[in-house]
């Protein structure tokens, strides 16, 4: 399978485990959020954010710390993309990030590993 094939297969399962996990512990944070900004502010967080763990980190950092040092970048750019544009506290901003990215990386090394 092309690289480039991998990434989107890779965008895709992101989204999938990562928008609902905001979703979901927003509802439970801050319930007064609409439904449909969290959505999008998700969507774009990831969206903006995982290229640069597959396309740009792997070129300037060698394996495997491209993975411990772009997931620990990706995590403090997604939680200051959440503080800001969902206007939460930067504390909660970096919860939601960081269970909803360490979910995404655990559940995409498990797949890997049957693929």
Do not use: D, H
């Amino acid at each position: 399978m092309l690289y480039e094939t991998k990434f989107l297969v890779s965008l895709i399962l992101t989204l999938f485990i990562e928008v609902p996990i905001v979703l979901i512990l927003l509802r439970f944070i801050s319930p007064k959020i609409r439904l449909y900004k969290t959505l999008l502010i998700a969507i774009l967080a990831t969206s903006l954010t995982l290229p640069y763990l597959w396309f740009i980190f792997p070129v300037y950092i060698e394996y495997p710390f491209y993975i411990i040092i772009g997931e620990i970048i990706v995590f403090l750019i997604e939680s200051l993309i959440y503080w800001q544009l969902i206007q939460i506290t930067f504390r909660k901003a970096l919860l939601i990030s960081f269970i909803a990215n360490l979910s995404s990386l655990l559940i995409g090394l498990l797949i890997s590993n049957f693929i």
